[in-house]
């Protein structure tokens, strides 16, 4: 008789049906361990939770007063007699893979996860397991990325040649995660930086994490003479809004993985694209599957038919759960502390 898979998928979320708990549920439950804080895995409404210490302030940024328990990584917590561990994935601050042990296997459910280096968070770890659960949002080989040092000075070239030419920098980027990570790379002696408000919160929950940052701030505080050197982190649902003229004439681009397809700079008509992503490109998907030895990889959101059959082929035993994961940005434009810049409507699509 086969064993009973340790997690399965529940419409509420993925379910650990020995522990009795939920992994990133999209409805409410009662016991909800949390990989990462964006929107689209960390949701209000739970009756308790569990996440990584280091992803305590921007949860708390975010979801507001929950009854959170923290744990550093790689330390056991027991549930219903269930041996569960939070791992480095590398995709954001806090953010986790979560070990599950019972009776000799061990299960792997990675949340979102990148393997490039990255300032502000933990690089992922390879747990070892039976059974790993990954993302495939980038699962394409397609999408290779550049070293992010690379891209770091392709911004900051950007930028400089704008402030020298007395034009204001825009650059879209995701508000949690995505331009904390810009921060961490940009050259602040260039000019001011200058964020919106839905970027500002999360900042001071990185800074409270202890995560360097270059100061911010935001437009309301900012002289408008000051702007024409400035760089200027918005989420990209700003692109078009009232909230964009209060910078005159200005240059404008977006960091994104989707900024490697042909055309996506140009329907989008920004002036630059950079190639800069918070997930795993194909090669860092490879090499993370088989890091873990596991002979039975079950693939989430993204690029499902294509990754599924690749591993197949390979020789692994591949299958998809069906999830209500990706559209990260509709949880990353309004935090629950964000301040009045904040634009109320976030953009539509899938968010990177």
Known sequence: ???????????????????DFYIDPWRPVNRAVITHAHGDHARGGHAS???????????????????????????????????????????????????????????????????????????????PCDTFITESTFGLPIYRWDDSQVVFADINAWWSANADSGRASVLFCYAFGKAQRILSGIDPTIGRVVVHGAVEPLNRAYRSSGVALPPTQLVSETDKADLSRALILAPPSAQGSPWMRR????????????????????????????????????????????????????????????????????????SAFETEYGDEEVGDVQPAAAQTDVVSEPEPGTAE
Not at 1 to 19: D, F, N, T
Not at 89 to 106: D, P, T
Not at 284 to 309: C, D, K, N, W, Y
């Open 49 to 127: 939770y569990l996440a990584a210490s280091s992803a305590e302030h921007v949860l708390r940024t975010r979801l507001g007063d929950i009854s959170l328990q923290t744990t550093e990584y790689a330390e056991p917590v027991g549930i219903n007699g269930v041996r569960v561990s939070l791992h480095p994935a590398g995709h954001v601050l806090g953010s986790s893979q979560v070990r599950i042990e019972s009776k000799g296997r061990v299960w792997v459910a990675s949340g979102d996860y990148k393997l490039n280096a990255d300032a502000t968070c933990v690089p992922f770890e390879p747990i």
């Open 247 to 318: 910078f005159g004439d200005y240059s404008d681009a977006f960091a994104s993985g989707w900024m490697r397809l042909r055309g996506t700079r140009r329907r989008r008509a920004l002036d630059r694209g950079f190639v800069l992503s918070d997930h795993a490109d194909w090669t860092g998907l490879m090499t993370a599957i088989g890091a873990t030895g596991a002979e039975q990889v079950i693939v989430t959101h993204g690029q499902i038919p294509v990754l599924v059959r690749w591993l197949n082929e390979q020789g692994l035993d591949a």
């Open 1 to 19: 008789m086969s064993q009973l898979p340790l997690i399965v998928a529940r419409p509420e979320g993925l379910y650990c049906p020995p522990g």
